[in-house]
């Protein structure tokens, strides 16, 4: 997690139509990290349960997004910011994400790209802006974005709408990219910028465009509205 996908789930909170209850998938939240990693605290008051593969803060629920003990039909929203790398088969788990989902829930889900080998215990995959349209396939709307260079984005995040859920009309996802253009920022520090700025003189930019592009983004609506 970082500060400008917490920006990205800000942004569709305070935007489009995200039903209760909410069930986040990967909530153990590390040492360090409370307030970042801690998306309960944009939806106060709302029916919200996290799930992780270990006990501990942010955690109601121990158990693998491979086998849910979820009832059919009985979640609203679910969440998973950069899991579904730790996720062995990860296709098992988007299965079972869209058999809790009630016909009229939303997915939000986010994925490293560009990032390095992590634990929490093991890094398997990594999802280009393509899978993410793959794997969401069966779900009727969907909102697509990514952050970083062209060719090497950072992070990649996707909110897929099932069958009977409100569509975004246009004025929510023009509020959802509004809001995107003020959440969603990865601070460079200053001396670490005019660094990379030197490399790019001296290099050439390809190699510092994932540093330099770090709060560039695209998003899309699909189908288009």
């Known amino acids: 997690m970082n500060q400008f996908l917490r920006g990205v789930a800000r942004a569709l909170a305070e935007s489009v139509t995200l039903p209760d209850p909410i069930l986040e998938i990967g909530s153990y939240q ?28 942010g955690v109601d629920c121990v158990a693998s997004v491979e086998a849910l003990p979820q009832a059919d039909a009985s979640v609203g929203t679910v969440i998973a910011f950069n899991t579904f790398e730790h996720v062995q088969r990860f296709w098992v788990g988007f299965e079972e994400v869209y058999r809790v989902l009630r016909p009229d829930g939303v997915f939000l889900l986010t994925g490293p790209f560009y990032f390095h080998q992590h634990g929490f215990p093991s890094d398997y995959w990594r999802f280009t ?24 984005p950072l992070n990649v995040w996707a909110a897929a709408f099932r069958e009977a859920s409100a569509r975004p009309t246009p004025e929510q996802f023009g509020r959802y990219r509004t809001l995107l253009g003020e959440y969603a920022k990865e601070p460079l520090a ?29 998003t899309e609506l699909q189908p288009p509205i």
């Open 30 to 57: 590390v040492e360090g990290q409370d307030e970042l990693i801690d998306l309960r605290g944009l939806f106060p008051g709302r029916r919200y349960v996290g799930v992780d593969f270990r006990p501990g803060p």
């Open 129 to 152: 802006p393509q899978a993410f349209e793959f794997l969401l396939a069966k779900y009727p709307t969907r909102i697509l974005g990514w952050h970083g260079a062209q060719r090497r």
């Open 190 to 218: 200053p001396g670490r910028r005019l660094l990379y700025q030197v490399g790019r003189v001296l290099c050439g930019r390809r190699p510092f465009a994932p540093y330099l592009d770090r709060n560039r983004w695209e």
